[in-house]
């Protein structure tokens, strides 16, 4: 067993250890304790954090996630380590990297029993525990609701709706006599980005025009060309943008009513998101296909009763949002987990400065089946290499944020230092990675076509070799990576 906190990144980043224990130490006892606290954890679906106000956006989409945040702890640079739902959410959860809690494929199967999560923990701790998931698949079939008390799924309802279905927990909770851990999965702004309200206006929307992109994907699949005109992708974002500012306007009524019950001096809240969204920026739609920042980059903002708010620029991944409130909590557990408690690294350079991202959903549709491949990205400092098959691409994300100058035959070195490292993370993680559960057979078909409408999946037929019900991540010792790889010339 490890020292309580440990995380398997630090095994990753040995030479920071030292500098890591005396900030540990440092902070130990300095920090105010939010023991027995209730807990508020907000994922946002599809949510991108350059798309709101407290993120530098020039439209006003988020005021009250602004306000929020003016009162929190705001993570500049969060990293989502997969850019599809159940993988990330599973990792936001657990603590886990995808690998490593081994939902990385909807043929994976649920979320395996022996993943334990934060829910799990904190009922273990004497925690009420409440769940509610307002997208489909983030369900009792997937294997999310281990560890809460009531868990309730709703069938992709905006985020007023889902509001009316669990506000009332809240009352409940505030009267019950115990600390308790409410889980909000808001849909909205996922496609089709319906915004009820009609905020889109605001942005320059028309009604109707630009709420989904439904046969761009699969153009896309096959190499084709998107077909879609710069006006078409401003009016896609005009109706993101609005659905963005309505869940704004729902997140607002949320934190109202904790207010309003006097729960907010004793509720650590926490809002993040399980990925982005893209626009074009890279030839893509939607989500699930890349790991560019548009689908990676996402917001995390943490208020703490008591703490002065600030903005912490350094790299921080969504994998550290469990060890971070069991840190602030003051709930031990002995077991390691990926991501780190950002309590013990307060408002300083974080001692790796490293994070990855993963995709195993990089489709390519070719003769009427489907081909799956994954994308994976790692980061250190100011670099990031993205690996697909054979296809490597560095970028230098201060002077080139929008990953536009592909830099892998300038930088050398660094590529390869960067490769060796996302190696070693790849073994070490599927070497750890947990066997997810069998799918219930009628429960797993239900959610592979809630996947499919979702726009995870192309409804096309999958190559043989991906149609077995399981595929484990691939082997440790499997050659992912080319040996002649030096000796080619790079894709433009
Ligand atoms: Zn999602």
């Given at each position: 067993?490890?020292?309580?906190?440990?995380?398997?990144?630090?095994?990753?980043?040995?030479?920071?250890?030292?500098?890591?224990?005396?900030?540990?130490?440092?902070?130990?006892?300095?920090?105010?304790?939010?023991?027995?606290?209730?807990?508020?954890?907000?994922?946002?679906?599809?949510?991108?954090?350059?798309?709101?106000?407290?993120?530098?956006?020039?439209?006003?989409?988020?005021?009250?996630?602004?306000?929020?945040?003016?009162?929190?702890?705001?993570?500049?640079?969060?990293?989502?380590?997969?850019?599809?739902?159940?993988?990330?959410?599973?990792?936001?959860?657990?603590?886990?990297?995808?690998?490593?809690?081994?939902?990385?494929?909807?043929?994976?199967?649920?979320?395996?029993?022996?993943?334990?999560?934060?829910?799990?923990?904190?009922?273990?701790?004497?925690?009420?525990?409440?769940?509610?998931?307002?997208?489909?698949?983030?369900?009792?079939?997937?294997?999310?609701?281990?560890?809460?008390?009531?868990?309730?799924?709703?069938?992709?309802?905006?985020?007023?709706?889902?509001?009316?279905?669990?506000?009332?927990?809240?009352?409940?909770?505030?009267?019950?006599?115990?600390?308790?851990?409410?889980?909000?999965?808001?849909?909205?702004?996922?496609?089709?980005?319906?915004?009820?309200?009609?905020?889109?206006?605001?942005?320059?929307?028309?009604?109707?025009?630009?709420?989904?992109?439904?046969?761009?994907?699969?153009?896309?699949?096959?190499?084709?060309?998107?077909?879609?005109?710069?006006?078409?992708?401003?009016?896609?974002?005009?109706?993101?943008?609005?659905?963005?500012?309505?869940?704004?306007?729902?997140?607002?009524?949320?934190?109202?009513?904790?207010?309003?019950?006097?729960?907010?001096?004793?509720?650590?809240?926490?809002?993040?998101?399980?990925?982005?969204?893209?626009?074009?920026?890279?030839?893509?739609?939607?989500?699930?296909?890349?790991?560019?920042?548009?689908?990676?980059?996402?917001?995390?903002?943490?208020?703490?009763?008591?703490?002065?708010?600030?903005?912490?620029?350094?790299?921080?991944?969504?994998?550290?949002?469990?060890?971070?409130?069991?840190?602030?909590?003051?709930?031990?557990?002995?077991?390691?987990?990926?991501?780190?408690?950002?309590?013990?690294?307060?408002?300083?350079?974080?001692?790796?400065?490293?994070?990855?991202?993963?995709?195993?959903?990089?489709?390519?549709?070719?003769?009427?089946?489907?081909?799956?491949?994954?994308?994976?990205?790692?980061?250190?400092?100011?670099?990031?290499?993205?690996?697909?098959?054979?296809?490597?691409?560095?970028?230098?994300?201060?002077?080139?944020?929008?990953?536009?100058?592909?830099?892998?035959?300038?930088?050398?070195?660094?590529?390869?230092?960067?490769?060796?490292?996302l190696n070693v993370w790849k073994s070490s993680t599927t070497r750890r990675s947990l066997r997810p559960a069998p799918w219930d057979p009628k429960q797993g078909e239900i959610l592979l076509q809630r996947i499919k409408a979702n726009g995870y999946l192309p409804d096309v037929k999958p190559s043989p070799k991906e149609s077995v019900p399981f595929l484990p991540p691939s082997a440790v010792d499997e050659p992912w990576w080319p040996q002649d790889h030096d000796e080619?010339?790079?894709?433009?």
């Amino acid at each position: 067993m490890s020292p309580h906190g440990v995380s398997r990144r630090r095994a990753l980043g040995a030479s920071a250890t030292a500098v890591l224990l005396s900030l540990a130490i440092a902070g130990c006892g300095r920090r105010p304790s939010c023991r027995g606290q209730n807990l508020l954890v907000v994922v946002i679906d599809t949510l991108r954090a350059d798309h709101l106000g407290c993120y530098g956006y020039g439209r006003d989409t988020s005021p009250r996630l602004d306000a929020l945040a003016k009162e929190s702890i705001l993570y500049e640079r969060c990293e989502s380590q997969a850019t599809w739902t159940l993988a990330s959410t599973a990792t936001i959860l657990t603590g886990l990297y995808p690998f490593t809690h081994g939902l990385v494929k909807p043929s994976c199967g649920p979320l395996t029993p022996d993943a334990v999560t934060l829910a799990e923990r904190l009922h273990d701790a004497g925690y009420a525990t409440y769940a509610y998931s307002a997208n489909n698949v983030v369900t009792y079939a997937s294997g999310f609701n281990q560890g809460f008390d009531r868990f309730e799924t709703g069938k992709c309802p905006d985020a007023g709706r889902a509001n009316e279905a669990f506000l009332p927990w809240i009352d409940e909770a505030a009267v019950a006599g115990k600390p308790f851990f409410l889980y909000v999965h808001y849909f909205d702004p996922h496609h089709p980005y319906d915004d009820p309200a009609g905020h889109f206006a605001k942005f320059g929307g028309q009604p109707g025009v630009g709420i989904d992109s439904p046969d761009v994907p699969m153009k896309l699949f096959k190499g084709e060309p998107s077909g879609l005109a710069k006006t078409d992708v401003d009016a896609l974002v005009a109706h993101y943008d609005g659905e963005i500012r309505f869940v704004d306007d729902k997140l607002g009524e949320l934190i109202d009513r904790f207010r309003a019950r006097g729960l907010l001096d004793n509720t650590l809240v926490v809002v993040t998101a399980d990925h982005g969204e893209q626009f074009l920026e890279h030839g893509w739609v939607r989500h699930g296909n890349t790991v560019f920042e548009e689908e990676t980059h996402v917001p995390l903002i943490v208020r703490i009763p008591g703490e002065a708010a600030t903005r912490v620029a350094s790299r921080v991944e969504c994998a550290d949002v469990t060890p971070t409130v069991l840190d602030l909590l003051d709930v031990r557990h002995d077991d390691e987990l990926d991501g780190v408690s950002l309590r013990r690294i307060g408002r300083r350079a974080h001692p790796d400065d490293l994070s990855f991202s993963e995709t195993q959903h990089r489709f390519e549709v070719k003769d009427g089946e489907t081909h799956q491949y994954e994308q994976l990205a790692i980061r250190r400092g100011k670099w990031k290499l993205l690996v697909l098959r054979e296809q490597l691409q560095l970028f230098d994300l201060e002077a080139d944020p929008g990953e536009q100058h592909d830099l892998v035959w300038e930088e050398r070195d660094v590529v390869q230092a960067l490769r060796n490292e996302l190696n070693v993370w790849k073994s070490s993680t599927t070497r750890r990675s947990l066997r997810p559960a069998p799918w219930d057979p009628k429960q797993g078909e239900i959610l592979l076509q809630r996947i499919k409408a979702n726009g995870y999946l192309p409804d096309v037929k999958p190559s043989p070799k991906e149609s077995v019900p399981f595929l484990p991540p691939s082997a440790v010792d499997e050659p992912w990576w080319p040996q002649d790889h030096d000796e080619q010339k790079p894709r433009r």
